[in-house]
T-cell receptor
Framework: GAVVSQHPSRVICKSGTSVKIECRSL??????MFWYRQFPKKSLMLMAT?????????EQGVEKDKFLINHASLTLSTLTVTSAHPEDSSFYIC?????????????FGPGTRLTVL | GENVEQHPSTLSVQEGDSAVIKCTYS??????FPWYKQELGKRPQLIID?????GEKKDQRIAVTLNKTAKHFSLHITETQPEDSAVYFC??????????FGTGTRLLVSP
């Protein structure tokens, strides 16, 4: 299947700083990527849909000014957690839709574990 | 919007037994139903999916059934093995829209 990478895999930062997470589709172009948040032993919660060349679509309750999403190219979307606080600590996973597959399958990145001290 | 419920939350079976996980969805417009397996600390991996024009799909020891009328779909794993132990998520979407995930089922297969 298609390959999606995320960087960094782990990040620890101080409260008040900003953290950028990158999501890349390595062997295909992705006009649409998704950002999820996952708490321990919980399901994936969709935060936003990232569309190449246009503004992201945020889910209800997700602060767009806190979670900045940029999808500047067909292979890269970034999520920036601004002014991070301990409650932002979580596992963040991106996915990219591969239009070459029969059902436009979503392939997931390996995730980024964010810890805010 | 779509709402997906998943049961059970945990499932323990002996190696060789079958395991069944069930999901219900609320939006009759949903027409794509994938199942993902997630091992601890890893990414979700698609294991099987089904579209609403098909009632059943099988891939070796894994099968998925769909009842559009009742709006529920199920994952069946036969001859379970310890390496099947993981968290399984169902999901639903309409066409190319966003996936809505179920709450997950933690499957433990004991040797």
């Amino acid at each position: 299947g298609a390959v999606v990478s995320q960087h960094p895999s782990r990040v620890i930062c101080k409260s008040g700083t900003s953290v950028k997470i990158e999501c890349r589709s390595l062997d295909f172009q992705a006009t649409t990527m998704f950002w999820y948040r996952q708490f321990p032993k919980k399901s994936l919660m969709l935060m936003a849909t990232s569309n190449e060349g246009s503004k992201a679509t945020y889910e209800q309750g997700v602060e767009k000014d806190k979670f900045l999403i940029n999808h500047a190219s067909l292979t890269l979307s970034t999520l920036t957690v601004t002014s991070a606080h301990p409650e932002d600590s979580s596992f963040y996973i991106c996915s990219a839709r591969d239009l070459r597959t029969p059902y436009n399958e979503q392939f997931f990145g390996p995730g980024t574990r964010l810890t805010v001290l | 919007g779509e709402n997906v419920e998943q049961h059970p939350s945990t499932l323990s079976v002996q190696e060789g037994d079958s395991a069944v996980i069930k999901c219900t969805y609320s939006d009759s417009a949903s027409n794509y139903f994938p199942w993902y397996k997630q091992e601890l600390g890893k990414r979700p991996q698609l294991i099987i999916d089904i579209r609403s024009n098909v009632g059943e799909k099988k891939d070796q020891r894994i099968a998925v059934t769909l009842n559009k009328t009742a709006k529920h779909f199920s994952l069946h794993i036969t001859e379970t093995q310890p390496e099947d132990s993981a968290v399984y998520f169902c999901a639903a979407s309409e066409g190319f829209q966003k996936l809505v995930f179920g709450t997950g089922t933690r499957l433990l297969v004991s040797p």
